[in-house]
């Protein structure tokens, strides 16, 4: 008899077993059900965050410097000793742009929260940002309709804006937005552009309802004391860190900080915000791991005792098949496809759950089942079951057959 052959009917013995007793399989699997839904669910969480996180992080270049007051990643301590630094003011960010020579663009912005009105119509909380004529550029923004604030908008704090597609839409859903008033808080401005659609942050936050302003007018009318961030896009990707020594040793002269005394400010880029991800995201992914395991852990001991009391009720069948030629390596076979059937049992019933389940956090957390998931989901059910039945299977295939007979 041939391997494939075996185990074809190795696979109608278990499953006539399994037939045979319905409710102590179902309930042994339950252990594996749990684990796998588990699995699957954290899986589905971490790919569904990964892609969000991705696809948010090219709104933050990769080739972008942002010197502001504080770094986008400290402890408590260093947040409160940050508190205490000076300003980065608008003639820093002069002074970067002027002196800078391996930057291709600098641009300066601060941002704020308003309202924004169109007659009886209200948008609260929206995402107010003063910006000048090179953030379009430094951004990486593109326009649906208009234009970007010029030069002479900035220099001459012209009351115009630029508005995000949700903004565009809510006020103006037939078009004609270019051209019409808005007001800001008590601010009446112009809209001279729209932005394309960019989506949602990761965390949530609608990048679409903002509203951009020129630097100048928002530090005149909207916030008097702004905290200002330069934001300096290098001209070659490979001189990421050349630029950023450069652009340390710039401020340094400029805000007059002593060879002696640390930074008062800090140059945050993209790597920063990946690493943090990365770390927080693997530490999730080890707790959910853990009780992963600890689930399949429970499940594959269930399995391995029901196998026993499988293996221990057909002590004659064993018998009976050894004595008419059935092989060691027949008999192991058999029972391994017994408890993997199980278990593979168990593991789609656990991605049965875990999809409906899946769709559900999606409404409150990017969440995807793709299917690799689904495979690794069942792979580690039928390794579980196949670890698990080893024992027994291994017990039942050692048997003497003489014995096996006379057992009662």
Same mark, same amino acid.
């Given at each position: 008899?041939?391997?494939?052959? &075996?185990?074809?009917?190795?696979?109608?013995?278990?499953?006539?077993?399994?037939?045979?007793?319905?409710?102590?399989?179902?309930?042994?699997?339950?252990?594996?059900?749990?684990?796998?839904?588990?699995?699957?669910?954290?899986?589905?969480?971490?790919?569904?965050?990964?892609?969000?996180?991705?696809?948010?992080?090219?709104?933050?270049? /990769?080739?972008?410097?942002?010197?502001?007051?504080?770094?986008?990643?400290?402890?408590?301590?260093?947040?409160?000793?940050?508190?205490?630094?000076?300003?980065?003011?608008?003639?820093?960010?002069?002074?970067?742009?002027?002196?800078?020579?391996?930057?291709?663009?600098?641009?300066?912005?601060?941002?704020?929260?308003?309202?924004?009105?169109?007659?009886?119509?209200?948008?609260?909380?929206?995402?107010? &940002?003063?910006?000048?004529?090179?953030?379009?550029?430094?951004?990486?923004?593109?326009?649906?309709?208009?234009?970007?604030?010029?030069?002479?908008?900035?220099?001459?704090?012209?009351?115009?804006?630029?508005?995000?597609?949700?903004?565009?839409?809510?006020?103006?859903?037939?078009?004609?937005?270019?051209?019409?008033?808005?007001?800001?808080?008590?601010?009446?401005?112009?809209?001279?552009?729209?932005?394309?659609?960019?989506?949602?942050?990761?965390?949530?936050?609608?990048?679409?309802?903002?509203?951009?302003?020129?630097?100048?007018?928002?530090?005149?009318?909207?916030?008097?004391?702004?905290?200002?961030?330069?934001?300096?896009?290098?001209?070659?990707?490979?001189?990421?860190?050349?630029?950023? &020594?450069?652009?340390?040793?710039?401020?340094?002269?400029?805000?007059?900080?002593?060879?002696?005394?640390?930074?008062?400010?800090?140059?945050?880029?993209?790597?920063?915000?990946?690493?943090?991800?990365?770390?927080?995201?693997?530490?999730?992914?080890?707790?959910?791991?853990?009780?992963?395991?600890?689930?399949?852990?429970?499940?594959?001991?269930?399995?391995?005792?029901?196998?026993?009391?499988?293996?221990?009720?057909?002590?004659?069948?064993?018998?009976?098949?050894?004595?008419?030629? /059935?092989?060691?390596?027949?008999?192991?076979?058999?029972?391994?496809?017994?408890?993997?059937?199980?278990?593979?049992?168990?593991?789609?019933?656990?991605?049965?759950?875990?999809?409906?389940?899946?769709?559900?956090?999606?409404?409150?957390?990017?969440?995807?089942?793709?299917?690799?998931?689904?495979?690794? /989901?069942?792979?580690?059910?039928?390794?579980?079951?196949?670890?698990?039945?080893?024992?027994?299977?291994?017990?039942? /295939?050692?048997?003497?057959?003489?014995?096996?007979?006379?057992?009662?």
């Amino acid at each position: 008899m041939t391997l494939l052959s &075996e185990f074809k009917e190795s696979v109608i013995i278990a499953w006539a077993a399994l037939r045979a007793n319905k409710l102590r399989a179902g309930l042994t699997t339950l252990g594996i059900v749990i684990g796998i839904v588990s699995v699957t669910l954290m899986g589905t969480a971490i790919t569904g965050l990964n892609a969000a996180f991705k696809k948010s992080l090219a709104g933050i270049s /990769a080739d972008t410097l942002f010197i502001q007051r504080f770094s986008w990643m400290t402890g408590e301590t260093e947040w409160r000793l940050s508190r205490n630094r000076r300003e980065i003011t608008l003639q820093n960010a002069r002074d970067v742009e002027r002196l800078a020579t391996l930057a291709a663009a600098v641009a300066v912005e601060s941002q704020g929260n308003g309202t924004v009105s169109v007659g009886r119509k209200q948008a609260r909380g929206v995402w107010v &940002e003063g910006n000048d004529e090179n953030s379009l550029l430094v951004r990486g923004l593109s326009l649906s309709s208009g234009r970007w604030l010029t030069e002479s908008d900035v220099q001459s704090g012209r009351p115009v804006c630029v508005l995000g597609s949700y903004l565009a839409e809510r006020f103006f859903p037939y078009g004609g937005a270019v051209g019409s008033k808005v007001k800001l808080n008590d601010m009446n401005l112009e809209v001279i552009g729209v932005m394309e659609k960019q989506g949602s942050f990761f965390t949530g936050f609608n990048l679409d309802n903002q509203i951009v302003l020129p630097i100048t007018r928002f530090t005149r009318d909207f916030s008097r004391w702004p905290d200002f961030t330069i934001q300096v896009k290098v001209r070659d990707l490979s001189q990421m860190e050349d630029a950023k &020594e450069e652009l340390r040793g710039i401020m340094r002269k400029l805000r007059r900080v002593p060879p002696d005394k640390a930074d008062d400010f800090a140059i945050n880029q993209q790597d920063a915000l990946i690493n943090f991800f990365n770390a927080v995201g693997g530490s999730i992914a080890a707790v959910g791991l853990f009780i992963s395991g600890l689930s399949l852990f429970v499940g594959g001991i269930g399995i391995m005792n029901i196998m026993f009391v499988s293996v221990a009720e057909r002590t004659k069948e064993i018998g009976i098949r050894k004595a008419i030629g /059935a092989k060691r390596r027949t008999i192991l076979v058999q029972f391994l496809v017994e408890a993997a059937t199980i278990t593979l049992g168990a593991g789609i019933l656990g991605l049965l759950i875990a999809w409906p389940l899946t769709l559900v956090v999606d409404k409150f957390l990017a969440a995807s089942m793709p299917w690799w998931l689904v495979g690794v /989901a069942l792979v580690v059910s039928v390794l579980t079951g196949v670890v698990s039945g080893f024992l027994p299977a291994w017990r039942a /295939a050692r048997m003497n057959p003489v014995d096996a007979l006379r057992a009662d």
